[in-house]
C-alpha cells in the first residue's frame, strides 16, 4: 500500500461528524422556512435566478453545486482502487446493491406509492416528476458522507475509500444510461442531451477538476498538510453552497409545500423503505458470504445511502427548480442524517449476531 494511499485511509478512519453535518436535518427545516418566505416575498428576483440558464443547466446552481461538491471530490484517492482485490466479496456486495438493485428498486417503489398508494393525493402533474426524482437519488451512491458512517462503525477505512474510488469511476460512465433506462421504463420522456449535459457538468469536470487540484497540493512540500487545509478551508464554503442551494429550492417550491404539505412525507415513505432494505441486504449478504464486520458495516451504508448533490443538481437541470424530482430530492436531504444514524446504530448493535453467522458461513 502507498504512503499516500494509507494517509488518505486513515484520514477516513478518523472522519467524525461535525456540528453541521450531525444537524442537518435541523438547517434542512431552516432552508424550508427561509426559501418559503424569500419566495413569497421576492418572487420576481428567483424567478430571474432561475431563467440564467445554459442549455437548460442553472448557472447559479451549477456554481454552487461545484462549490459543495469539489471538496468532497478531493478527498477521493483513486489510487486507493488497487485495493479492491483485497475486499472482493464485500466490494461485490456493494456493487450488486448500488447498481443492480437500489436504482431500481427504487423505481419499484416509486411505481407503488406514487403512481397507486399516494397518487389521489399528490397533483396529478407532477406524479412523473415525483417517480423522476426518486430513481435520480437511488442512481447516485454516496461519496463523502460514507466515510463518517464507516467511521461510527468502526468500518476498515480501505475498503470504504476503494470502494468510494471505484463508485464514483462507475458513476461516471453509468449514471446517465441507468436514470435513461428507468426514466424510459417508467414511461418519462427522457432528455437525453440535458441529462449527459448535466454527467459532464456534475461528475465529469468536479472530478477532473477536484483531481487535478489534489495532485497538485500533494505535490507540495508536505503535500498531505497542504492537502488537508485546502479542504478544510473550502468546508465551510461547501456546507453555505448546499444551504443557498436548498433556500433557492424551497424558493421555488414554497407555494406546493404550502398548499400540500403532506407531499414531503409521502416523499419520504418509499425512501425510508428504500435505505432500510438495501442496507439489509448489503448487510445479509456480507453476513453470508462471510464478511468481516469492519467491511460489512460501511457496505450497508454505502449501499444505503446517497449522492444527494448530484441527483438535486440532475433534477434541476432535467426538470426545473418548481419540478417535483427537485422536491424529491431534497426530501432525501432532508432525511439523510437520522436515517444513516439509524442504520449505524443497528449495524452497531447487532455485531455480535454479525459475527457469529459470519464466522459459521465462512466455516463451511
Not at 143 to 154: D, H
Not at 252 to 281: C, D, K, T, Y
Request: charged share 10%; proline share 4%; net charge positive.
Amino acid at each position: 500500500m502507498s504512503a499516500q494511499c494509507e494517509v488518505t485511509a486513515k484520514t477516513a478512519a478518523g472522519a467524525e461528524m461535525g456540528f453541521f453535518e450531525r444537524w442537518l436535518s435541523l438547517w434542512v427545516f431552516l432552508c424550508i422556512a427561509v426559501g418559503i418566505g424569500l419566495g413569497q416575498i421576492f418572487p420576481a428576483a428567483f424567478h430571474s435566478l432561475g431563467s440564467l440558464e445554459i442549455a437548460k443547466v442553472n448557472l447559479p446552481v451549477g456554481a454552487l453545486i461545484w462549490v459543495m461538491i469539489i471538496p468532497m471530490l478531493m478527498k477521493i484517492d483513486f489510487g486507493a482502487l488497487h485495493e479492491v482485490r483485497a475486499h472482493a466479496r464485500g466490494i461485490g456486495v456493494t456493487l450488486f446493491v448500488n447498481w443492480a438493485v437500489k436504482p431500481f428498486s427504487m423505481a419499484l417503489l416509486g411505481w407503488i406509492f406514487i403512481r397507486h398508494l399516494f397518487a389521489p393525493y399528490l397533483p396529478a402533474e407532477q406524479l412523473d416528476s415525483y417517480v423522476a426524482g426518486l430513481i435520480l437519488l437511488a442512481a447516485a451512491p454516496c461519496t463523502a458522507m460514507v466515510f463518517v458512517w464507516s467511521s461510527l462503525t468502526k468500518g476498515d477505512p480501505l475498503f470504504t475509500l476503494s470502494q468510494v474510488a471505484l463508485n464514483d469511476v462507475i458513476m461516471i460512465f453509468a449514471f446517465a444510461p441507468i436514470v435513461g433506462l428507468l426514466l424510459g421504463l417508467s414511461s418519462i420522456t427522457v432528455p437525453w442531451d440535458t441529462l449527459f449535459i448535466s454527467v459532464l457538468m456534475y461528475i465529469v469536470i468536479p472530478v477532473l477538476i477536484a483531481q487535478a487540484w489534489r495532485r497538485w497540493a500533494l505535490s507540495r512540500q508536505r503535500g498531505v498538510a497542504v492537502l488537508a487545509g485546502i479542504i478544510k478551508w473550502l468546508h465551510p464554503w461547501s456546507l453555505i453552497a448546499l444551504l443557498a442551494t436548498l433556500v433557492l429550492l424551497f424558493a421555488f417550491q414554497g407555494e406546493a409545500i404550502i398548499r400540500q404539505p403532506w407531499v414531503i412525507l409521502m416523499l419520504a415513505v418509499p425512501i425510508l423503505i428504500q435505505v432500510f432494505f438495501n442496507s439489509g441486504l448489503a448487510y445479509l449478504l456480507n453476513r453470508r458470504l462471510g464478511v468481516v464486520h469492519s467491511v460489512a458495516g460501511p457496505s450497508a451504508l454505502i449501499g444505503a445511502s446517497n449522492f444527494f448533490e448530484l441527483a438535486v443538481a440532475a433534477a434541476i437541470s432535467l426538470f426545473g427548480f418548481e419540478s417535483g424530482a427537485a422536491l424529491a430530492t431534497v426530501v432525501g436531504v432532508l432525511i439523510e442524517v437520522p436515517v444513516m444514524l439509524a442504520v449505524v446504530r443497528i449495524v452497531n448493535g447487532s455485531k455480535i449476531w454479525y459475527e457469529k453467522g459470519s464466522q459459521h458461513e465462512h466455516s463451511k
